[in-house]
């Protein structure tokens, strides 16, 4: 399929679940909104869970490049920058919160190939670092995306409160300087 | 209404959003389960939303006693511990990802308060920190609370791996001694 038509399916895909829930999600609806033969999407992707799950780790919409800033700090900084706009601009702060949503109640949909899709792009960051010699070659990367990522998630998404300007700087500081 | 009583009814309406999700949940299913009239229910609680805001809060089974151990490490490794348990033992685990797969798709089911309660409830443990003169007066409680119980969501719910026994010993090293 020819990749402008894949992004196509993808952000349908994604606008649908952002607009409707997963349950108001159906490959007919995915069909309509970009004009592509149902059978056409059923052939490449076998359900709609499938479908989903491509288009959270495929759609540019939701497109990550890691930073490379020059230091672990910026890094760490844009890091959580990204997950900030990813979770409070729209439409990827939709389409998020109702693909998590959608993922712990239908395990079928498996939320858990994005996260670790974005943790083997996030790893170089790590790796340049402990080359550079700013991190222990013990340190665990996958806690520090996590106690970042995961900060960003309960602000923005469970409190329901704004991340402020200074939250990426105070996040990092934390984990780099003590708190 | 006496305090028994309202656990009993608190108790099937976890019970029904952890079984059905919020979508089958009802008055008058936690009526039936929990051997109430309906009316009483809703002379209590205006709404299902209303009702399960109130269960998340004050039943006995997502209880939460902030640690008192004597020290802001252990007091902090004590809370992952328990926010550890609160998300990967049942039935607790499945109450709060499907309150939190509801909160999201229904703000009238203000999970906010939630958070809110909790935080209210951790703050003794910073409180406590710095009289003790082990965490400076500037420090920001609610961003180490998020990047702690942050990266237990991130693990145990949206990567679905496992929480390790070592977990919440390396989380809290990870502030108080950093990465």
Same mark, same amino acid.
């Given at each position: 399929?020819?990749?402008? %038509?894949?992004?196509? +399916?993808?952000?349908? =895909?994604?606008? &649908?679940? !952002?607009? %409707?829930?997963?349950? #108001?999600? =159906? ?10 033969? %149902? ?13 989903? #799950?491509? $288009? ?41 919160? $109702?693909a998590l949503a959608a993922a712990v109640r239908h395990p079928e949909l498996d ?12 790893r170089e960051i790590f790796e340049r670092a402990v080359r550079r010699g700013e991190? %222990? ?18 602000? !923005? ?16 500081? $934390?984990? &780099?300087? #003590? +708190?």
């Amino acid at each position: 399929m020819a990749p402008r %038509k894949q992004q196509e +399916i993808f952000d349908a =895909t994604l606008r &649908l679940v !952002a607009e %409707k829930g997963y349950d #108001g999600l =159906t490959v007919e609806g995915v069909a309509e909104c970009s004009g592509v033969n %149902k059978t056409t999407i059923y052939r490449w992707w076998p359900s709609k869970a499938a479908l989903l #799950g491509a $288009a959270l780790i495929e759609a540019d919409v939701l497109g990550f490049d890691p930073p490379d800033t020059g230091s672990l700090r910026g890094d760490l900084v844009s890091l959580v920058e990204a997950v900030t706009r990813l979770l409070t601009e729209r439409p990827s702060g939709d389409i998020a919160v $109702a693909a998590l949503a959608a993922a712990v109640r239908h395990p079928e949909l498996d939320a858990h190939r994005f996260f670790a899709d974005r943790f083997a792009r996030e790893r170089e960051i790590f790796e340049r670092a402990v080359r550079r010699g700013e991190l %222990k070659e013990s340190a665990d990367p996958m806690l520090i995306v996590d106690m970042l990522a995961g900060a960003v998630w309960m602000r !923005a998404v469970f409190r329901g409160l704004r991340v402020t300007d200074d939250f990426a700087d105070a996040a990092v500081a $934390a984990l &780099l300087d #003590g +708190i």
